[in-house]
Structure formats: C-alpha cells, structure tokens
C-alpha cells in the first residue's frame, strides 16, 4: 500500500493545520499518525479504527483524527499547536493487536512523511 501524506508546513504558535493522508488501498484495520521530532524518538500521535479514535495524552483535546473511507483518505486537523508539536508527522496502516495500537511495531506500512514547524 501507498501512503500520501501532505498538509505540513510552518506555522506559528497557537495555529492550526490539517495534515491529508491519502492511501491505495483501504484493507487495513488501523490508519494513523506517528510523529518524530529532531533528535527524538518516533511517537504514536492519534489512530483510528473500528470507529474509534485514540489520542497521546500531549495531543489530546488539540488534535482530532478522522477518516474518509469514500475518498481512501486520513486526516489529522491540529490546533493550538506549541513548538514542541514541530516534527515531520508519518501516515501509517496496519492491523496492529491491543497491545500494539500504539506502537510503531503495530503498522507494517508508513507513508514517507509530512514536515510541521510551529514558532514560537
């Protein structure tokens, strides 16, 4: 599967963007988003699946996470971004278990990355 994601850019603190996810094919149980900030480790940020949303506690309640199964398309809108949100942010599909859903090991495929800058 491909995995398109688009939507980065540069904004100032307390913006919003919306980052776009679009992929080949919809056979997955799991579509979300994973961000890694410079120097850091990848992070899991927010996933659906089976008409649920799960969210890392640092974008909960900012970042909302949805899914348009028509269009083959993820999204994730962000607001009241912080400079500590500045990462490149990857798409990501799998069917990962319980234990798995928030781990990078839990999504076989990853789209190639999409980069957001947030000033301070």
């Known amino acids: 599967v491909q995995l398109q994601a688009s939507g980065g850019g540069l904004v100032q603190a307390g913006g919003s963007l919306r980052l776009t996810c679009v992929a080949s094919e919809r056979t997955f149980r799991s579509y979300g988003w994973f961000r890694q900030a410079p120097g850091k480790e990848r992070e899991f940020v927010a996933a659906?699946?089976?008409?649920?949303?799960i969210y890392s506690e640092s974008v909960k309640d900012r970042f909302t996470i949805s899914r348009d199964n028509a269009r083959n398309t993820l999204y994730l809108e962000m607001h009241t971004l912080k400079p500590e949100d500045t990462a490149v942010y990857f798409c990501?599909?799998?069917?990962?278990?319980?234990?798995?859903?928030?781990?990078?090991?839990?999504?076989?495929?990853w789209g190639q990355g999409t980069l957001v800058t947030v000033s301070s």
């Open positions: 659906v699946f089976s008409g649920n949303r």
């Open positions: 990501v599909a799998g069917n990962p278990i319980l234990t798995t859903r928030r781990a990078s090991e839990g999504y076989r495929h």
